[in-house]
């Protein structure tokens, strides 16, 4: 959204960056049939071992019956992801189906690398009982171009156990981040572990800076593609994290490098600290790599909203598929078929379905039914509303605010410096996009 982690909204994606597209030329595809043989597919993903583990199962389950069918898996971590796609898009050799992030939607599709699945609804890919929110958000101008495979809204997670141990109380939706700090400091302190922290350093992650702004009132960008938020906003967001890493409530910028957005190396994982900032479904993957029992909770408390439901991502169809009919019937199974969804479970999200989420309601695991609970209680509090997806130039903005987290925990730059920084320099980049 931690590759798998941030699903939906996590920083240092390339998505089809503009200097790897022109190799094409205005973002037009090369040499369409590069990677297109019929009978046989190619399906890409980003994610853990758990979820590659759940997604072949589901396709040797589809390719049972369909005799002479070969489907090819590409998997690999959150930022090599973006990096791979957008090099094999501009080389005509993009995979038949693309798990897509919502942020990133309208950049593929408006360069021409999706299909449009309209003419597919409903006879292949029938998504008529799914929250009508989350099916909008799958369309780009009118038309349908990815169906979304869940739903999920950012989170804390944390070490139950190390908690537990330690004797302090888990994060409760009511805290502030005031409150949040005194947690990260006592846990530190009480942990007495060398290289053992309280928290992730949030301010290198671009979904907390923007929590931090829906909180405020702002969004990172606008419906017209530009920043939505302001210096000061970055400013006092830097400083929080600045403070919070002074009292060592979180983990110095050294260690917070080491993090390389996969499930694997979170710091939470790798036992360097107790709380991480992620997405909500990504529960069932920390939990399966981790000794400790694994908590959920909400963000600290700011004065309006700043979680909201989202699509956790989504499966598209290439522009580039030589059997876009069969590539949809993969997706059904995979997301709207019983047997697939089963198989896949709930670890790319809540289901938009409603008679998927019934299916599945019955055999949830712990980690299943705390993400339903979860989003239960974020449909009650009165989440935000969903922001405006990212415009062209997202992905550099993107990078620009690890930059500045990272200038400033390494003390390069100071808040403000790095404040200004980020906004001046994000300004530009969307300017040219």
């Not at 920083?11 to 019929?38: D, H, V, Y």
């Not at 959150?78 to 005509?92: H, I, N």
């Not at 009292?247 to 694997?264: E, F, M, N, Q, S």
């Not at 309601?361 to 609970?373: H, I, K, R, S, T």
Request: overall charge neutral.
């Amino acid at each position: 959204m931690k590759a798998s982690r941030r699903d939906v909204l996590r920083f240092g994606a390339l998505i089809a960056s503009p200097a790897i597209l022109k190799l094409t030329g205005a973002g037009a595809l090369s040499s369409p049939a590069a990677a297109a043989e019929p009978g046989r597919l190619r399906i890409a993903w980003w994610g853990g071992t758990d979820r590659a583990r759940r997604t072949q199962a589901a396709i040797d389950a589809f390719k049972l019956g369909r005799s002479g069918l070969e489907i090819a898996p590409e998997t690999v971590g959150w930022d090599a992801y973006w990096t791979k796609l957008a090099t094999q898009v501009a080389g005509g050799n993009a995979p038949d189906i693309i798990q897509m992030d919502y942020r990133y939607l309208p950049e593929y599709a408006r360069r021409g690398a999706l299909r449009a699945l309209d003419d597919l609804v409903p006879s292949v890919i029938d998504p008529s009982d799914y929250v009508p929110s989350v099916l909008e958000a799958g369309k780009i101008d009118g038309k349908l171009y990815g169906i979304p495979m869940g739903m999920n809204s950012d989170v804390l997670l944390y070490d139950k156990t190390m908690l537990e141990k330690l004797g302090l109380a888990a994060p409760n939706p009511e805290m502030s981040w005031a409150e949040f700090a005194t947690l990260g400091e006592n846990i530190t302190k009480k942990a007495n572990r060398r290289g053992y922290f309280g928290s992730a350093d949030p301010s290198v992650m671009e979904p907390e800076l923007e929590y931090w702004v829906l909180t405020r009132g702002r969004t990172l960008y606008d419906k017209d593609g530009r920043l939505g938020f302001t210096r000061d906003d970055a400013e006092s967001w830097l400083a929080l994290c600045a403070e919070m890493r002074g009292r060592g409530a979180i983990v110095p910028a050294d260690l917070a490098a080491t993090d390389k957005i996969t499930i694997d190396s979170d710091l939470l994982t790798t036992g360097r600290a107790a709380i991480t900032f992620t997405n909500s479904n990504q529960i069932v993957g920390y939990q399966a790599v981790s000794k400790s029992k694994v908590g959920m909770a909400f963000h600290p408390k700011g004065q309006k909203p700043g979680e909201y439901l989202k699509p956790s991502m989504m499966l598209c169809v290439s522009a580039t598929a030589a059997d876009p009919k069969t590539a949809a019937a993969l997706i059904d199974f995979m997301v709207l078929k019983p047997e697939g969804a089963k198989l896949l479970g709930v670890e790319r999200g809540v289901s938009p379905s409603e008679k998927i989420r019934a299916l599945l309601a019955p055999e949830l695991d712990e980690g299943g039914q705390m993400q339903v609970e979860h989003l239960s209680q974020l449909s009650k509090r009165g989440p935000a509303p969903l922001p405006p997806a990212p415009p062209k130039g997202a992905a550099e903005v993107t990078a620009l605010i690890r930059q500045a987290a990272e200038k400033v925990g390494f003390k390069q730059l100071t808040p403000q410096q790095a404040a200004e920084q980020l906004v001046s320099e994000a300004e530009r980049i969307l300017s040219k996009a």
